[in-house]
């Protein structure tokens, strides 16, 4: 069984950062696929960001929302079953509980972009962003 285990989120101001971090637990983290998505109130998960497994080479494939490219980055440490999205250039409307997930599956990045691709997520950690 998995469990992801969401971190540092927080109250920060805008144009602030925050570095976000979630921790897996169980044997398949290296070979899958996570992502981030968040969900402000009364609004539906969105994604963020996603990336695949390495697949045996040193390189990933990363996508991003449009709403956070350039402004958020997406990186794992499989030694330490750990993926990270750091936020920088923070905005009110980034406010949401931001959700890490997993899918052992390793689908196409389209459908990586749909919160129903993942089979395990975590509980959530809140980021508020003050203008």
């Known amino acids: 069984q998995v469990q992801l285990v969401e971190s540092g989120g927080g109250v920060v101001q805008a144009g602030g950062s925050l570095r976000l971090s979630c921790a897996a637990s169980?044997?398949?983290?290296?070979?899958?696929?996570m992502g981030w998505f968040r969900q402000a109130p009364g609004k539906e998960r969105e994604f963020v960001a996603t990336?695949?497994?390495?697949?045996?080479?040193?390189?990933?494939?990363?996508y991003y929302a449009d709403s956070v490219q350039g402004r958020f980055t997406i990186s794992r440490d499989n030694a330490k079953n750990t993926v990270n999205l750091q936020m920088n250039s923070l905005k009110p409307e980034d406010t949401a509980v931001y959700y890490c997930?997993?899918?052992?599956?390793?689908?196409?990045?389209?459908?990586?972009?749909?919160?129903?691709?993942?089979?395990?997520w975590g509980q959530g950690t809140q980021v508020t962003v003050s203008s």
């Open positions: 997930a997993l899918d052992p599956a390793n689908k196409t990045p389209t459908l990586r972009r749909r919160a129903q691709s993942y089979d395990y």
């Open positions: 169980g044997r398949t983290f290296s070979s899958s696929a």
């Open positions: 990336i695949s497994w390495s697949g045996g080479s040193i390189y990933y494939s990363i």
